[in-house]
């Protein structure tokens, strides 16, 4: 049972557009979302967080939107430049030293 | 920001033979430590969360015996595949947690392991 979807396996977008990228969970226990950001033979590196008291955390050209109600979290990368093109995991965690469950990815390519 | 650093990056074995890799968190002490697996285009899939001075906890389905975790340091943790075969072959990847609240995990870059 998959704890955290990303139901879009690819996204395309045009360089300067906004990236728009969904994540669903339904473990109700989870009060941390993360970004990772990976490329291929890479470990992943972390983008942007939001805990579930927040329902927007902005970092530059990157916004994280969480609806808990939904159980739905977006990042979205505004403008996209092509260098941001990489799989884009979404990742989520219970309160306490518990490991991190990732979705399945989405591969972002931006073009220019 | 905080490094966890993994080594070996790429290792290719002998079906048999059995392969260490390390995992290190180099400025920060992890009493907890995770290992996950990423097989081609899937996601990254938790294999044990390694607790140091204790056993490590391992996820449903994954052998215990074949894969096999020592946490005997707070920035040290080892996972050594033991009688690789070629359906081990993967990309093996560790990550830690700095102490506190909602903290990121970070990852080290991964090991890609293949047996032939």
């Known amino acids: 049972d998959q704890q955290v979807k990303q139901n879009s396996p690819s996204l395309s977008v045009q360089e300067g557009r906004i990236s728009i990228l969904n994540c669903d969970y339904t473990?109700?226990?989870?009060?941390?979302f993360l970004w990772y950001k990976k490329y291929p033979a890479e470990g992943p590196t972390f983008l942007i967080s939001?805990?579930?008291?927040?329902d927007k955390n902005e970092d530059g050209r990157f916004t994280v939107f969480l609806n808990k109600s939904a159980k739905h979290l977006s990042l979205h990368i505004v403008p996209s430049q092509p260098g941001d093109s990489a799989v884009y995991f979404c990742a989520a965690r219970a309160s306490g030293n518990t490991p991190l469950v990732f979705g399945k990815g989405t591969r972002l390519s931006v073009i220019a | 920001g905080a490094v966890v650093s993994q080594h070996p990056s790429r290792v290719i074995c002998k079906s048999g033979t059995s392969v260490k890799i390390e995992c290190r968190s180099l400025?920060?002490?992890?009493?907890?430590m995770f290992w996950y697996r990423q097989f081609p285009k899937q996601s990254l899939m938790l294999m044990a969360t390694?607790?140091?001075?204790?056993?490590?906890?391992?996820e449903q389905g994954v052998e215990k015996d074949k894969f096999l975790i020592n946490h005997a340091s707070l920035t040290l943790s080892t996972l050594t595949v033991t009688s690789a075969h070629p359906e081990d072959s993967s990309f093996y990847i560790c990550?830690?947690?700095?102490?506190?609240?909602?903290?990121?995990?970070?990852f080290g870059q991964g090991t890609r392991l293949t047996v032939v």
């Open positions: 473990n109700s226990m989870f009060d941390y």
């Open positions: 990550s830690a947690m700095p102490p506190g609240p909602n903290t990121e995990a970070f």
């Open positions: 400025d920060f002490q992890a009493t907890t």
């Open positions: 939001i805990s579930s008291i927040k």
């Open positions: 390694s607790n140091e001075g204790s056993k490590a906890t391992y």
